[in-house]
Each structure stands twice: as structure tokens, then as C-alpha cells.
């Protein structure tokens, strides 16, 4: 039997731009005003309480619009046999680089997400084959969704591995988790990369959330990028571990 070949893999994505944000808060209901009220003051209560609770909705959306479908996606983290790489857009610089170099990190630069997916989709189908798996945490609806969406975004030739067509050669470590170990809460639908680490007593490093990840990208600095860099790597290093546990 031929050796399967893993890609691992982790994503990091930015803020989606404001006008998809606003198309994202004109889905929501916002209701009327009950049409038998008469007073004046009533009226304006009741309309205030709704706009309050559409503009806390929107904020909601706002804060999580690196989740959006068109948020794009800022740097991607790969393990493949040993090796590690990042494809970014971040802005990093000189000594950046030399530090993800010291430790051990290809780290690939380019200027925009069109030509960093050209990157990637180069890379998986110069080296992988109709053996290979391309394997992720939370991955189905996160990871490779997004990689699939920014190809299309960009008009950029999806992945052999990546194909909708191709699912059996796609890895979602977080369901395979919960269907083979989470016994007692079976029932979930979700769990974090850490959690499955700390039932699995994988030591891992984190220096931001997830939650905190698209606004570092969005302050623009380079200390900040090269962190968002580590984070991600560290990601698909944590994920491979996972890997290994339990498959």
C-alpha cells in the first residue's frame, strides 16, 4: 500500500470589509411597531428598543465578520512531511522572517490574497496525489470553506485536494474527535483545538484567541503580524499532534 502523504493545515482571516457587513445587517429582522399603539411616547419606546437591539445585533456582526464569507483570508499554515509553511499577505519584516526561519517556518510573502492562493494551490497539487489527505481542525466549516471561497473570489483554480468531488482525501480532526471520543457529550457540535489538547495531554502554545487574531491583523503592525504567523504555525503543529492521537 502506498505511504499517505498529510497536508495539515490551519487558516487565519481578517476583518470582512464594512460593505459586506452592512449587506450582513440588512438580513436581519428588525420588526414594527405593534400597529395598535397610539401613544406617541409608546411608539418611540417601543421603535428605540428595537433599533438598539438591531444595532447590537449588527455589533455582533461586526466583531465576528472575519467569520463572514467574505472575509479574506490573511496567512494559511501547512505541515507537510516534516516541513513547515505559511502563506501570508501579513506585513512582516526582514527580522520577521528571520525569526520564523530560526524556527523552522517557510514563510512565503505575497502581496495579495489572489496571488497567495495562486501559492498554495501550486504547492498542494505539485505535491500531493490521489493518496493524499488535506487534513484540518474545525475544518469543514472553517478552513477549507474559506480556502475554497477565496479561490473562487479571485478566480483562482481550486486545489485537486480541495474539491468538493475529492471529500474522502478531507480530514475534519474536530468531528472525528466528538464522534470517536467525546462519549459523554456526544452531542456536541463543537470543541476547540485546546480543549481536544488538553484531553489528549498535547502541551500547546497560544498567544491570542481567535477572537483576537483579526484585529491584531487589523492594527497592521509587524510585531503583531508575526504573532498572528506563530499562532497560526503553532496551530498546525498542535493539529498534527492530534493527528497522530487519534487516528
Do not use: W
Amino acid at each position: 500500500m502506498m505511504n499517505v502523504r498529510d497536508f495539515v493545515t490551519d487558516i487565519e482571516t481578517r476583518h470582512a470589509s464594512e460593505k459586506f457587513v452592512l449587506s450582513a445587517c440588512a438580513e436581519i429582522e428588525r420588526g414594527n411597531v405593534p400597529r395598535n399603539y397610539r401613544d406617541a411616547e409608546k411608539i418611540a419606546a417601543y421603535q428605540k428598543e428595537i433599533n438598539d437591539k438591531y444595532q447590537k445585533e449588527c455589533d455582533k456582526i461586526r466583531e465576528k465578520s472575519a467569520c463572514l464569507n467574505a472575509a479574506p483570508i490573511g496567512c494559511i499554515g501547512l505541515a507537510a512531511d516534516g516541513n513547515l509553511l505559511n502563506f501570508s499577505t501579513l506585513n512582516l519584516s526582514g527580522d520577521d522572517l528571520s525569526i520564523l526561519r530560526d524556527e523552522g517556518v517557510d514563510a512565503r510573502m505575497f502581496e495579495g490574497e489572489k496571488e497567495m492562493m495562486v501559492g498554495v494551490t501550486d504547492f498542494l497539487d505539485s505535491c500531493s496525489s490521489e493518496y493524499s489527505r488535506i487534513v484540518g481542525f474545525n475544518s469543514f466549516k472553517f478552513d477549507f470553506s474559506k480556502m475554497r471561497l477565496a479561490c473562487r473570489r479571485n478566480d483562482v483554480k481550486l486545489p485537486e485536494i480541495l474539491k468538493p468531488e475529492n471529500s474522502q482525501n478531507q480530514v475534519d480532526l474536530m468531528v472525528d474527535f466528538i464522534r470517536k471520543y467525546n462519549c459523554e457529550d456526544a452531542h456536541r457540535l463543537m470543541i476547540s483545538l485546546h480543549a481536544v489538547c488538553d484531553e489528549l495531554n498535547i502541551k500547546y502554545k497560544k498567544t491570542l484567541t481567535g477572537a483576537e487574531i483579526p484585529h491584531a491583523i487589523a492594527r497592521g503592525n509587524p510585531g503583531d503580524h508575526l504573532t498572528v504567523v506563530m499562532d497560526c504555525t503553532n496551530d498546525v503543529i498542535e493539529t498534527y499532534k492530534t493527528l497522530l492521537k487519534i487516528r
